[in-house]
């Protein structure tokens, strides 16, 4: 399960282990360390195809992801994540993140 970071035509950076979305830190309060950009320079920027979208796990640091294989072909895309139920305690309906820029 991966998260859905940037759209089409969208420049995608990571700098000092936070995420830019054209040129705008994105805030992911559901992490909980830096992320890395997985043998890629820290500056480098990568452009989101047409068609395609730019997915990270939330465990980002032991993620393959679209920084290790690209972005994803919207084709490829077949579900949506609703709920967690590992660790059994924490089972919960998962809501949509209003998504925000710093």
Do not use: C
Request: hydrophobic share 40%.
């Amino acid at each position: 399960v991966k998260r859905i970071i940037a759209l089409p035509g969208e420049h995608v950076a990571i700098r000092n282990g936070a995420v830019y979305i054209n040129g705008q830190r994105l805030i992911e309060p559901y992490l909980s360390e830096p992320t890395l950009w997985r043998g890629m320079t820290l500056d480098h920027e990568y452009v989101v195809e047409p068609g395609h979208v730019f997915v990270m796990g939330d465990n980002r640091n032991n993620s393959s992801d679209s920084r290790v294989f690209g972005a994803v072909p919207l084709s490829s895309i077949v579900g949506k994540a609703w709920v967690t139920y590992w660790p059994p305690d924490e089972v919960q309906v998962l809501t949509t993140p209003a998504y925000a820029f710093q």
